[in-house]
Structure formats: C-alpha cells, structure tokens
C-alpha cells in the first residue's frame, strides 16, 4: 500500500514555528545516531557517497548518499539518497532524499520517505506484500541544506526570502490572534491571567507535562500494536499543535497588552494594536539566531502549561 503526500501551496508560503520544532528534534536523534553509529566495510567513491559492502546491524547515515549491499536490518538516511543494493531485513527510511531499489535487491520491512521519492528498478519490487510504503513529498531541498549545513537550524542566514517568510508568519499570527480572540474571549482572557499572576507554575507544569507525553509515546511504541501506537501518536501531535496555537495566542495578547501599558498612554489602548505588537515580539524572538530555540522552548512549556491548567468559567470565578 500506498499513501502519497505531494507539496502544496501551504507550504511553500509559510513555515510554522512546529515545523522548526520537530526540525529539531529530528536533527538532535540524528545527529545522535550518525556519532552513535559504527558501520564496518564502508568504502567513499566521493565525499558525499557511501558505499557498504558488508553492513553488520543498522544503518545511519547524516547528509551523504548511501549504497548498501550485503544484507541489512534497517537503513536511515538523513539528507541523501539510499540505494538498496543488496537485501534489508527491516524498514529503510529517508529524510531530504529518495530510496531506490535495485532490481535484485529486496525489502523486508516498511518504506519511508519525507522529502523525496521511492524509485525501484523493477515493476514487481522485492518487497513482503503486508508492508507499506509511504512518501511526505515535502521539504525535500530544506532536508539537504540541513544536512549538509546542520548551523543553518540555529543561524539561519538573512535574506529577502527570509525577511518574506518572517512577514507572512507575523500576518498569519496576526489573523490567528484575531479569529481565537473573537471565538473565545473569555477563554484568552483566563489564560492571560493565570500567565501574568503564576508564570513559573505554568511553565513547570507545561515542562512536566510534555516530558510525560514523550514518555507516553517511547511507552506506547515499545508495548503497544502498532495501530494503537499510530492513535496515541496522533492524540500527542494533536494536542501539542491545539496548545501551541492556543498558547502563543495568550502569550502574544499578554506580551502586547504589556508593551501598551508600559509605552503607550491609556487612551490609545486596543486590543487589535495589543494583538499585532505581541504578534511582533514574538516573531521577532523566534527568528534571532540561536536565541529562536529557546524562545521556542519557553513558548512550547508555557503553551501547554496554559492548557493544562485550563479552568471552567465559572470555578474560575469562585477562585
């Protein structure tokens, strides 16, 4: 089976602050692996070509093109293409690049692509009928860069583009602000208020939280099938994407109504210049060098501490 996910519009106009989220958590276990990683037999036909001509265990490989023959149990790939050569008795997965399977070689377990394309050789591919393969055809190009420039997650280089994409994040926070706001004012108003009075005890209980939910997933995948696996998956990212949302919506009202209170006299107050000014901060924090991540970290524990402290109207009240 096969489940195919091609780039669209979306993508190409803005990149959320999640996305930058997962770019690094997919770079730090990476990275881990490709230091980690120890892989006999490995012959270079060029300095951005692997060739492995007796792979013993899995393969790990970060920002080079990778050849595989002899057998395998796994290959991982980040930033370059693998060529299956050979037989891999477990899933070969690539990031930023595209598997391509020679017309003798063989694949016992899943095929999994972000950024690229699945290319065998033959029109009946080795491959055990009950797996799946399944290609995200996005980011292809931003996985290379990365791979071959890992300083570019941190420092990210100026640039009109850039400039661009930091204008549109800004307008699309903006818009955001203004939609979550009208729908639910009482509920932004709360959680500003729980923010400005205890910020420490939600930033530690958003921390705890997420380091729960992470556990909760390693768990998951070690002791449950895969399909209830793929639902807790799923209930994670869904709820940190609703309280990221929701939290730098607070956040951002709360940073604005703050700069309005320190700089700006009473009578040229309002909520929409409070929502554009916090808007601004924070696209501004998020896209200085180095500093952006902890920026993100801050806004990630507190978005989820916001949630996780979340109240009803009325026992809000009573407190």
Known sequence: MIYTIARTNIYENFQSALAQMLWVAVFILLAFFALCAQSPNIATTDENTLIIEQPQGEIYSFGKNVIVRGNAKGVLVFGGDAVIEGAVDGDVAAIGGSIIQKETASITGDVIIFGGAYRPESKTPLRSPEKETIVFAVFEEDFRNLAQNPAQLFSPNFSLGFLAQRVLL??????????????????????????????????????????????????????????????????????????????????????????????????????????????????????????????????????LGLVLTARSANSWQKT
């Open 170 to 303: 800004l307008l699309f926070w903006f818009v955001i602000s203004l939609v979550l706001t009208t729908i639910a004012p009482g509920a932004v108003s709360r959680a500003v208020a729980r923010f400005q009075l205890s910020a420490l005890k939600i930033f530690a209980f958003g921390s705890l939280g997420f380091v729960a939910l992470v556990a909760a997933v390693m768990s998951s995948l070690s002791y449950l099938p895969n399909y209830v696996y793929t639902i807790v998956v799923l209930m994670a990212f869904t709820l940190l994407l609703l309280s990221f949302v929701f939290g730098r919506v607070a956040l951002q009202v709360s940073v604005g109504k703050q700069i309005q209170k320190r700089f700006l006299p009473e009578n040229k107050h309002s909520e929409t210049l409070a929502l554009l000014l916090g808007a601004f901060v924070w696209t501004v924090l998020l896209s200085i060098p180095y500093l952006w991540i902890f920026a993100l970290i801050v806004l990630t524990a507190a978005s």
